[in-house]
């Protein structure tokens, strides 16, 4: 068992909150993602789950039990820092077996344990080396025998990959998946990377400024963001971001923006401002002046960038850039007049002033689409 209960926790540094009032249940056998930009808290979040950090606020409970005041050694939790944090002067052997002496195990298990966590890393070969003698990569996997070797609760990583080059991150990711699986412990890790969180996170945890975001799976995260916030920080390109204000007449509800056109749907009686959220794939870019449902742009191509598999398309919609990811079976070039366009249930629209995710009248989906012309760009 591993879940991890925050319960209004909170650390300050003088006048700087770092972490600010978070609650929050990390359920047994989670891979739960800290992800949010340099400085919003995660490794004081983190290293106040380990221990290594008091809280000036709120308390932290391991399967039910308070271990607020539990000393770091004393919490069934292993820690995988960023450094690795590894004893030069001991060899691989010797580093994993230095959480086993500590716990006073006896020689035999502790020979036990570390042939076995050896062997399912793939590092037995290198047991009787320092440190120095080894790559980036087998540093990182020495790191991660030392937390397996005590077979804790939960393992707790701060950006263990981020001195890889991209190809060991990749391969590195997919290890760190698969052990997750094997082992169905807890695990959180922190990152600011959001591939490493979309593709490793059973849930994210999005913290800007101290604060959690949205918490959800990966799924939720990216397709529903629940602030301006999120959509911003979730997607490469991220998602496109346009002020617009959402004026009512007879029921009805239109977009208005320069260069937008408008789609009207029903649920709304108040004017509003908003910020209009698309994400780039969703973005259809068309050639001929398009009529029909959904939101539509009047742009102009500015950058046309070759991924090999696809490409990305600039636009300028009055003065703004509008990312869209097409095929490359699409030929523009700049200076080229085009409309974009993006289907009614892919627009997110978010209240200008909280930035939160405005939700219609009883969540119910948009309908009743209609038209109207393209304002000039
Ligand atoms: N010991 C400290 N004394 C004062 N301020 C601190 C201390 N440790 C962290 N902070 C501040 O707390 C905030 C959060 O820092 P933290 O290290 O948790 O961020 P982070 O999300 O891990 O960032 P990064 O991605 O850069 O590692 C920052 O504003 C930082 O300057
Ligand atoms: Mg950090």
Redesign the pocket.
């Known amino acids: 068992m591993g879940t991890i209960q925050l319960s209004g926790i909170g650390r300050s540094?003088r006048s700087?909150v770092?972490v600010g009032d978070i609650d929050l249940t990390i359920e047994d056998g989670g891979f739960v993602v800290l992800l949010?930009p340099?400085?919003?808290?995660?490794?004081?979040l983190l290293r106040m789950i380990a221990g290594l950090l008091e809280p000036t606020a709120g308390r932290i409970l391991l399967d039910g039990d308070d271990i607020t005041e539990l000393p770091s050694k004393k919490r069934d939790l292993a820690m995988v820092f960023q450094s690795y944090a590894l004893y030069p002067h001991l060899s691989v052997r010797k580093n994993l077996a230095f959480p086993l002496k500590v716990q006073r195990l006896s020689a035999a298990e502790i020979e036990r344990r570390v042939e076995e966590v050896a062997e399912s890393l793939e590092i037995g070969h290198l047991l009787e080396r320092k440190p120095k003698e080894l790559s980036g990569g087998q540093r990182q996997r020495v790191a991660v025998g030392r937390a397996l070797v005590r077979n804790p609760k939960a393992f707790l990583m701060d950006e263990p990959l981020s001195n890889l080059d991209a190809k060991l991150r990749t391969q590195t990711r997919h290890e760190l998946t698969a052990l997750h699986r094997r082992l169905g412990a807890t695990f959180v890790y922190?990152t600011?990377d959001q591939v490493e969180a979309m593709t490793m996170a059973t849930k994210i945890v999005v913290l800007n400024a101290g604060r959690i975001e949205q918490y959800g799976t990966p799924e939720e995260v990216y397709d529903r963001p629940e602030s301006v916030f999120v959509a911003g920080f979730l997607g490469s390109p991220a998602m496109n971001l346009i002020d617009a204000r959402i004026t009512t007449s007879d029921g009805e509800v239109a977009i208005e923006a320069d260069g937008v056109t408008g789609r009207l749907w029903a649920g709304r009686s108040d004017d509003l401002d908003i910020v209009l959220g698309v994400r780039p794939e969703q973005v259809a870019v068309a050639t001929a002046p398009l009529t029909g449902p959904g939101v539509r742009f009047a742009g102009r191509v500015e950058i046309v960038e070759n991924l090999g598999g696809e490409q990305i398309v600039t636009c300028l919609v009055a003065g703004s850039r509008v990312f869209a990811r097409t095929s490359r079976d699409l030929i523009v070039t700049p200076g080229q007049d085009v409309t974009l366009c993006v289907a009614v249930e892919n627009v997110h629209l978010f209240d200008r002033d909280s930035g939160r995710r405005l939700v219609w009248v009883d969540d119910a989906e948009p309908a009743a689409v209609a038209d109207t012309e393209l304002a000039a760009v």
Not at 38 to 44: A, F, I, N
Request: with cysteine; aromatic share 8%; hydrophobic share 25%.
């Open positions: 540094f700087t770092a949010g340099s400085g919003c808290g995660k490794t004081t922190v600011h």
